[in-house]
């Protein structure tokens, strides 16, 4: 499927033929952000910009408006790496209203890889690297509150839950790498299709190198040529950070919201022997010194041998780490003959503008004239809300992130009125069927009011045909092993592991003794005592 192709037209070709969904889609503009990784000592942050997606799929039973299913997904664009933070995700048991053939593949899977696909094709670059992280850990619920007292939502176990994102995250990696298209961008700067390798990276704190790879989907693991593109018990941090070998490792740590990984940084940072410096600040107060370095953890290896002793990732359940790294061609070249380039040599090599040193000079463009809608950027950061000259912002990122879509299906809020209705989200109640349909109107309504728009989202009906799986060994759609179209696949014993019935000799039978163990020859295969061996409790009087 092209990559020009909308969001609606995607979900349409995957969702079960002729179910119903009504999907809304909030969206933010980018706007800077604290850097997604701290500074080496007596560099600069680079400048970052975030942007929000939050994706909720409704359904209609008797004339209401339900809520089944919600996917955050958050944004960071730098220089040369772009991030998408898979934030939140949570369903609320309702699915079942929809009464599907028992056996079919969730749809709620198929949405997520869905909408994670789409968003990585409209922002893909021939020129830096994109990634997808997440982390797995299970709980009652994330983003709808009392949904747990609904007895038709099914919690996944930790184990389980990894495996439902490995199974999220492979159709991703497939679908990119299966596509040369070139990105919207780049077509508008003319520039040649790229070829994209894609990765993917599982770590698993206190499970080993067999463990992890049983996380994998099932077909994965029978086969060679897509199990090489999965790494178990590796990351890929020390690359996607892009400073030299020799930064802190602090340094290579992402610092999303809510994230383990990014609390244990933030506790390894009391140890640094003066505070570490505010992604807000222009200069390193470590400059000219050797600090920056945490006293207790050494290699990232050592980090994660750590992590496995966290509570959150030693409370009896796992918590699963997953990226999946897309590269393209130009970007893979250039790791393979020089490695990552640092930041500061990055700076340097760009010349300086008036504004002062370190400041980026704009990119000449192709000598082309853009489309109307070009000339202004409406992704570009709001300067007067930022408080960031116009200048600086438009140095945030060069060139744009990517231009605005053929077909936009998001409802773009500013991210006060964003941060307000996901607020408003977590303050309703989804414990049963009417209060349910009671919160999805009314959040559906308020985000309507925050936008001017009485009616918005828009309505897909699926167009796939869905093959119902059997149940298999593992239980269910979900557990059974997937064969080419999903269909369950028998689990046969080997013949050394059975053992057969020992073969009654002719002439034996149930009339011939048996010899009973200290005991007599009785008929049938029943041991009885002799007389003699058993003695009787005298009576006491």
Not at 66 to 88: M, P, R, W
Not at 135 to 141: E, K, V, Y
Not at 264 to 289: V, Y
Not at 487 to 507: Q, S
């Amino acid at each position: 499927m092209a990559d020009g192709a909308s969001l609606r037209s995607k979900l349409a070709a995957s969702l079960p033929k002729s179910q119903r969904f009504v999907v809304h889609h909030l969206s933010t503009p980018p706007t800077l952000s604290p850097a997604l990784y701290s500074a080496p000592p007596g560099q600069k942050p680079e400048k970052t910009t975030c942007e929000s997606h939050f994706l909720s799929v409704t359904i209609r039973h008797n004339d209401k408006r339900i809520q089944i299913f919600a996917l955050e997904v958050l944004i960071y664009t730098t220089q040369d790496l772009i991030t998408l933070f898979v934030s939140k995700a949570d369903s609320t048991g309702y699915l079942h209203l929809l009464k599907l053939p028992k056996g079919t593949a969730s749809p709620l899977r198929t949405i997520s890889s869905t909408f994670i696909s789409h968003l990585v094709d409209n922002r893909k670059r021939h020129d830096r690297q994109l990634v997808v992280s997440l982390f797995a850990r299970s709980q009652n619920q994330y983003l709808f509150p009392g949904s747990i007292e609904n007895p038709g939502k099914h919690v996944l176990d930790d184990r389980g839950l990894i495996k439902w994102w490995c199974r999220v995250l492979e159709p991703v990696l497939q679908s990119c790498e299966s596509k040369t298209d070139t990105p919207e961008l780049d077509r508008w700067l003319k520039k040649e299709p790229s070829h994209i390798t894609s990765k993917a990276y599982l770590r698993v704190p206190s499970c080993d190198l067999h463990e992890n790879r049983s996380f994998f989907p099932p077909h994965v693991r029978r086969n060679p040529a897509l199990l090489s593109k999965w790494h178990p018990s590796n990351d890929p941090l020390r690359d996607l950070a892009g400073y030299a070998p020799t930064a802190p490792e602090r340094c290579l740590i992402p610092r999303f919201p809510d994230d383990p990984k990014s609390r244990f940084a933030d506790e390894l940072d009391d140890e640094l022997t003066e505070p570490p410096p505010s992604s807000q600040t222009q200069e390193s107060p470590f400059k000219g010194k050797q600090p920056g370095k945490w006293k207790s953890v050494r290699s990232l290896d050592q980090f994660w041998e750590l992590m496995a002793f966290r509570q959150e990732c030693s409370s009896g359940r796992l918590v699963g780490f997953l990226w999946a790294v897309f590269t393209p061609q130009q970007v893979a070249d250039r790791l393979k003959e020089s490695g990552p380039i640092p930041f500061a040599e990055r700076v340097m090599k760009r010349p300086h503008t008036s504004d002062g040193p370190g400041t980026f000079a704009p990119v000449v463009q192709p000598p082309m004239t853009p489309p109307a809608e070009h000339l202004v950027d409406p992704y570009l950061p709001d300067a007067d809300d930022q408080g960031f000259s116009p200048a600086t912002v438009a140095r945030a990122i060069e060139p744009p992130a990517y231009p605005p879509p053929a077909e936009e299906t998001a409802l773009v809020l500013p991210a006060k009125h964003y941060a307000r209705v996901n607020r408003l989200l977590l303050s309703l109640d989804y414990a049963d069927l009417d209060i349910a349909a009671g919160s999805s109107e009314r959040w559906i309504g308020d985000v309507g009011i925050c936008a001017g728009k009485e009616e918005w989202g828009f309505e897909v009906v699926g167009e796939r045909e869905m093959e119902v799986q059997e149940e298999g060994i593992g239980g269910g759609a979900e557990g059974a092993g997937e064969k080419g179209k999903g269909a369950a696949e028998a689990n046969t014993l080997d013949m050394g592991l059975m053992r057969r019935k020992k073969r009654v000799a002719e002439g034996d039978g149930p009339g011939v003794p048996v010899q009973g163990t200290g005991g007599e020859a009785t008929d049938g295969n029943v041991n009885v005592l002799a007389t003699g061996l058993v003695r009787k409790k005298p009576k006491i009087k």
